[in-house]
């Protein structure tokens, strides 16, 4: 499995834009890039998937580069219901979804 | 859609006593499941996996056990809980969406060993 790594913290303000950035270099060639947020005393909640270029949903968008060693998430407008830790995985589709989630970033949003 | 129920969520255990956390999932069949664990400040820890009714894995070593008697029950358990078991339990399907590795969790259940 891909190991990954990102910053343990960010801190913002509401309304702004905020790009985590999560490094994997040793990134297989089937594995997807899964992005998870987690709020305290939750689970954690799957907020968008990729496996290149860039993807976007209602909630974010995720940025790959060609060489797929590194990935983006970027939050649109952050408000305070944001802060939350932000997770990046790397794994393939096949078999058992035996997921790996490093310490993620905390992300705190400030009025 | 799927719903995974876990009870208790809270429960304070002192050390040397057994340990049971059950997780029901309602909505799918024959479901993939999964045990997790969260320690404070860290990141989750996947404890056991099950593709059937008696079908587990473990993926590391510890203090803890797993069954699964039902399609759509999965239970943690432990005989003598130590301290180190303190944690956030998480019990998790597959989402069954498109996306690959899209898992859906239950509330969890936060233990404390005194």
């Known amino acids: 499995l891909a190991k990954t790594t990102q910053p343990i913290s960010m801190d913002s303000y509401e309304g702004q834009e905020v790009n985590i950035t999560c490094s994997h270099n040793n990134i297989a060639t089937n594995d997807y890039i899964t992005w998870y947020q987690q709020f305290p005393s939750q689970g954690p909640r799957f907020i968008i998937q990729g496996y290149k270029t860039k993807v976007t949903n209602e909630v974010a968008s995720l940025f790959i580069p060609a060489d797929r060693k590194s990935s983006t998430l970027s939050l649109p407008r952050v408000s305070l219901s944001d802060t939350a830790v932000y997770y990046c995985?790397?794994?393939?589709?096949?078999?058992?979804?035996?997921?790996?989630f490093g310490t993620g970033t905390r992300l705190l949003v400030s009025p | 859609s799927q719903t995974i129920h876990q009870w208790p969520a809270t429960l304070v255990q002192p050390v040397g006593s057994p340990l049971s956390l059950e997780c029901t999932v309602e909505?799918?069949?024959?479901?993939?499941l999964y045990w997790y664990r969260q320690a404070a400040g860290r990141g989750l820890q996947l404890l056991f996996y099950s593709v059937g009714i008696g079908q587990i894995s473990s993926e590391v070593p510890q203090n803890l056990s797993a069954s699964r008697p039902q399609d759509r029950q999965f239970i943690l358990s432990s005989k003598k809980l130590l301290l180190s078991d303190s944690g956030f339990y998480l019990c998790a399907t597959e989402a069954g969406g498109l996306s690959y590795n899209e898992q859906f969790f239950g509330p969890g259940t936060r233990l404390t060993v005194l």
């Open positions: 995985l790397v794994g393939d589709r096949g078999g058992f979804q035996k997921l790996v």
């Open positions: 909505g799918t069949s024959n479901p993939n």
